[in-house]
């Protein structure tokens, strides 16, 4: 929770930025746990974040769609869950002006209690962009890195076969379809984190054991994201077959710290990459639950090499 300072401090933050998005989470946007899913977080913020780009006249000639196409990173807090019918806003503002670069902050919130729900911090490259001259807003507590380290950095693994290696495991895979994508052919960003998540149940099955497995096929307990880093290294096309692959990096008393790999089998590169912190969660009480210890015992065999 935060203190009366921090609060002060993140309503001054919230002041600075500018209302892009309002909207509310539909019945057919949330997953087994009821609650939003991930991918439909990052469509929301990414077309908080057009609209912004096209607001400041960032975007040349007016091309909100290329824009989502020069995102290279996000990193994303996943801060309270959005459940049905929840009202929601979206306020974005510049945090950091590089060379060739841009870190956009974006601020989910309950549009009536005004409760932050989520936060990206979204890195565009803007080569050929005049961005001269921006304001800059700072960057409040519930927005930055907590159990990532966003100055880290692990080599992406460039095939499936470096990727198993290294006790990747393949839990995902398919071809990208024309709805996925944007104009030109490009999968949406969005959709990096989309079929990331339809690949975590092949991942619990190889991570939970009995008790688990009854406890998630009951309903008792589902599975949630806190925080997220998504890399996108070579975009996916129409067409494109890809494979995702996850590991484990390392465990807390009830967070994993998961990665993953999308690999381009078509042009035999990596896609893009992204980290997590995942936990277990009580679907009575809504709170992350420890990690058993047969569960962990199953987690330590699939540590990332």
Avoid at 66 to 88: D, G, K, N
Avoid at 280 to 290: F, G, I, K, S, W
Wanted: net charge neutral.
């Amino acid at each position: 929770m935060m203190n009366k300072q921090e609060n002060k401090q993140a309503n001054k933050h919230k002041a600075e930025l500018q209302g892009c998005f309002w909207g509310s989470v539909n019945r057919w946007e949330c997953d087994e746990n009821d609650h939003l899913n991930v991918r439909f977080y990052a469509h929301k913020m990414n077309q908080a974040l057009q609209v912004f780009l096209l607001q400041e006249n960032l975007i040349p000639d007016a091309e909100p769609e290329a824009a989502l196409q020069r995102i290279r990173v996000q990193h994303i807090r996943f801060l309270r869950e959005a459940r049905i019918a929840t009202p929601l806003r979206i306020d974005c503002g510049i945090a950091r002006s590089g060379d060739a670069e841009l870190d956009i902050l974006q601020l989910m919130v309950d549009n009536v209690t005004d409760t932050p729900v989520a936060a990206f911090v979204t890195t565009v490259d803007t080569s050929g962009w005049q961005t001269q001259g921006k304001a800059e807003v700072p960057v409040p507590v519930e927005a930055a890195a907590r159990g990532l380290d966003p100055a880290s950095s692990h080599s992406a693994p460039s095939s499936r076969k470096e990727a198993t290696a290294q006790s990747f495991q393949i839990v995902g895979g398919g071809i990208i379809g024309p709805e996925e994508c944007d104009a030109a052919g490009f999968l949406l960003p969005h959709n990096y984190i989309g079929r990331i998540s339809d690949g975590m149940p092949n991942l619990w099955a190889f991570l939970n054991g009995d008790v688990d497995s009854q406890a998630r096929q009951s309903g008792a307990q589902g599975g949630a994201a806190l925080e997220y880093r998504l890399h996108i290294h070579a975009p996916l096309r129409h067409g494109s077959i890809f494979s995702h692959l996850s590991g484990i990096r390392s465990l807390g008393n009830k967070t994993q710290n998961m990665a993953h790999a999308v690999i381009d089998e078509t042009a035999g590169r990596c896609a893009a990459t992204a980290e997590a912190v995942g936990v277990a969660m009580d679907l009575a009480t809504r709170r992350a639950v420890p990690i058993s210890q047969e569960r962990r015992q199953r987690l330590e065999r699939l540590m990332i090499r």
